[in-house]
Every structure is written in structure tokens, then in C-alpha cells.
């Protein structure tokens, strides 16, 4: 079997390495991103490897199908930049539903703490052996309500790192969940969600139905001082609607470690250049802002996971014609092919 990886790290080849070692594994990494331009690089290959910001499109699909490819394997969870309708039919895709929601979710908590006790502006005052504490005074997370959007694998994860914390947990999701409900969490609106969580933390996938899920107007009855977190997808929020309101003081903070446009810059380096994108620069420029790029998955534990599950998908569905990471399109939504789960 022979596969083409695309956008590909130096630690996604050491992990996939490890994980192909022994197996009549085939495969060439490229650095460059999947799309209408580098399709060709798949030719003489059975699969594509991707990863979030490579791009499925239907133009794409067409060019893989014309090249012989028979599956994209995504070495990730969301498949947002797969169009999955036109897919459907003409090339299997796959997926790696859990890799380390631990990774994710601890991220999550490492940016919220980093942000209320001001970590990333101690960091940079003490190496310059400035030991003022003005305008370091953060606020206790304990007894603090977050509301958590999405108590899937990793919103699980989250929701049990914050009741240790003591704080009060107030969740939505689309399919509420009983583990959730037995921790005594409240399922309460979205409306809810934004009136009364001195935190927002954002779990659920990107679809058409949560574009924008945080807007102007979702914004504008979150309680002021509010801190979002996002390490989801970019296009969750609205991020010209986050910089104004953190430019007019109504939002406390903001972690991401997604934005919208990142496919553009994250993963790259662009220090030494002048940055294309003046919200992503403003949001940057902001001291309670903390932007890391996309990292949120990066741990040795998941990055071997990611390997294996990946490479295991291409052999169950190569070896036995079946792999229960496939997804599906069938009526208007994606569902997981093994266990009917809409998303
Ligand atoms: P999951 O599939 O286990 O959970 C997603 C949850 O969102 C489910 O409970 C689902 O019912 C809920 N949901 C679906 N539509 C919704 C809607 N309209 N409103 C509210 N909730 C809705 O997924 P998991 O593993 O917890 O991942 C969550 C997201 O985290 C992924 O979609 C992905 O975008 C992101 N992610 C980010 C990573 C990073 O490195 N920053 C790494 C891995 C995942």
C-alpha cells in the first residue's frame, strides 16, 4: 500500500515511522498542504494523509478519483475541510475519532490559567528581571461558572478538570450526555450559557449549524469581563466580533488556539515577516490575549496514537474492506459509519 502525506512535520514523521516500521507500508511526506494545486503529488498512490488545514474539496476529490486514490485518511477528528457530501460515493474517508482527549482538554486549562494569573506576562517580566507584581492581580477559578459548548470526548475531559477546580459547570450540547448529567452538570441553553458563565470553552465540531456560534450578538449578552476559550475551530467565533469587544473591555480575555484564517500562517514560521492579517495581528497585540497555533493535540501521546489509528484505518480498509473510523454522508448530515453517530 502506498501513501502520500501531506503537511507533514517533523514529529508526524518520527511518530508514522515508528508506527510503519515492519508493515508493507509505502509512503512519501510532503511538506506542502493538499489542494487544487498539489493533487498531482498523489499520483501512483492508494491514499492521501491529511491534517486540519489541507483542503477536500469537490475539485480535489475529482483530481484524487482521476489518480486512482481510494481513501483520504485525516490524521485527525474534525473534518470540516473535507466536503463530505460530494465525497460520499467516490472516496472513502477516514477519520481518527480520539487520540488524546487529555491533550486537548489540559491545553485548555494550561491557556485558562495562563490567562487569568497573567503566566505569560510574568514569563517575559522576571527574564528581564522586572519582579513588579502591578497589574498582575488574576482572579480565583474556583467557585467561577464556566460554561462548557459540546461534552463530547474532549468537553468531558475538560468539564472533570474544572469541577476539580471547584468551579460551577454549566454545559450545552446538541445530544446531551448522562455521564455528564450524573457529575450534577446542568444542561442548560445556549442563551443560558452566554448570561451566566464567567468562562466560555468551546468543545463542539465545527459544522454549518455552529459557524459563528459566537457572534456580535452572542457576545453582547455574555456577561462582561467573560473569557472565551476556543481550541476547537476558528470559525466557532467571529473573530472581527472578539477583537471588538475586547478592544471595547467587555471581553475579560480570550485563548485561541484556532482562528478562523489559520490555515494561511499556523503551523509555519512568519517571524521576520510583516503579518498579512490585521484581526489576527490585533487579537496578538492584545495583553489578554493568548494565541497558540493549533497545539492544543501536540503530545507525544497523541501523536503516536494519531499514527497508529491512522495507519490501522488504512489497513482495515484495504486488507479487510471495512474500517469503523469511516464517515459517511447520508441525508444531510455526516454520521460515523460504524455506529451511526450523527454529527
Ligand atoms: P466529539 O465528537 O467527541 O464531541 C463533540 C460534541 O459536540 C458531541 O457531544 C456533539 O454532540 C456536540 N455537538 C455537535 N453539534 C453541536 C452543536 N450544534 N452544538 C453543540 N454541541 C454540538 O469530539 P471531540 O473529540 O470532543 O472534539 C471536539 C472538537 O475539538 C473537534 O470537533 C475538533 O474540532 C476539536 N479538536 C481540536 C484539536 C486541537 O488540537 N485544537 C484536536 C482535536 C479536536
Do not use: W
Request: aromatic share 10%.
Amino acid at each position: 500500500m502506498k501513501i502520500a502525506f501531506f503537511d507533514t512535520k517533523s514529529y508526524d514523521i518520527d511518530a508514522f515511522d515508528k508506527t510503519i516500521k515492519g508493515k508493507n507500508i509505502e509512503v512519501k511526506y510532503y511538506e506542502t498542504k493538499l489542494n487544487e494545486d498539489t493533487c498531482e503529488l498523489a499520483h501512483g498512490f492508494d491514499a492521501v494523509c491529511v491534517f486540519v488545514n489541507d483542503t477536500i474539496n469537490s475539485k480535489v476529490i475529482d483530481k484524487l478519483c482521476a489518480l486512482g486514490v481510494k481513501a483520504v485518511l485525516l490524521r485527525c477528528a474534525g473534518f470540516n475541510n473535507v466536503d463530505m457530501k460530494y465525497a460520499f460515493g467516490k472516496i472513502h474517508v477516514l477519520r481518527v475519532p480520539a487520540y488524546s482527549p487529555y491533550a486537548v482538554a489540559e491545553h485548555t486549562m494550561a491557556l485558562l490559567l495562563t490567562s487569568v494569573r497573567r503566566i505569560h506576562k510574568a514569563y517575559i517580566r522576571t527574564r528581564d528581571f522586572n519582579f513588579s507584581l502591578n497589574k498582575m492581580t488574576g482572579f480565583d477559578l474556583f467557585g467561577k461558572t464556566v460554561g462548557v459548548i459540546g461534552t463530547g470526548k474532549i468537553g468531558r475531559v475538560f468539564i472533570n478538570i474544572c469541577l476539580g477546580f471547584g468551579m460551577r459547570v454549566l454545559a450545552y450540547d446538541k445530544f446531551p450526555c448522562d455521564e455528564v448529567k450524573e457529575k450534577g452538570v446542568e444542561y442548560v441553553s445556549l442563551d443560558t450559557i452566554f448570561k451566566e458563565s464567567d468562562i466560555i470553552s468551546l468543545h463542539c465540531p465545527l459544522t454549518e449549524e455552529t459557524y459563528h456560534l459566537i457572534d456580535n450578538n452572542a457576545l453582547s449578552i455574555c456577561k462582561k469581563g467573560v473569557i472565551i476559550l476556543n481550541t476547537s475551530r476558528g470559525a466557532l467565533v467571529d473573530a472581527e466580533a472578539l477583537l471588538s469587544g475586547i478592544k471595547s473591555r467587555h471581553i475579560g480575555g480570550a485563548c485561541l488556539d484556532v482562528y478562523e484564517e489559520e490555515s494561511d500562517f499556523f503551523f509555519e514560521d512568519f517571524s521576520g515577516h510583516i503579518l498579512e492579517d490585521d484581526i489576527l495581528a490585533r487579537l496578538i497585540s492584545m495583553p489578554n490575549v493568548i494565541v497558540t497555533s493549533h497545539q492544543a493535540f501536540l503530545t507525544n501521546e497523541a501523536l503516536s496514537n494519531i499514527a497508529e489509528t491512522t495507519i490501522n484505518n488504512a489497513l482495515d480498509l484495504f486488507e479487510k474492506g471495512q474500517c469503523e473510523n469511516e464517515l459517511c454522508f447520508r441525508g444531510s448530515t455526516t454520521v460515523d459509519c460504524k455506529n451511526g453517530k450523527c454529527f
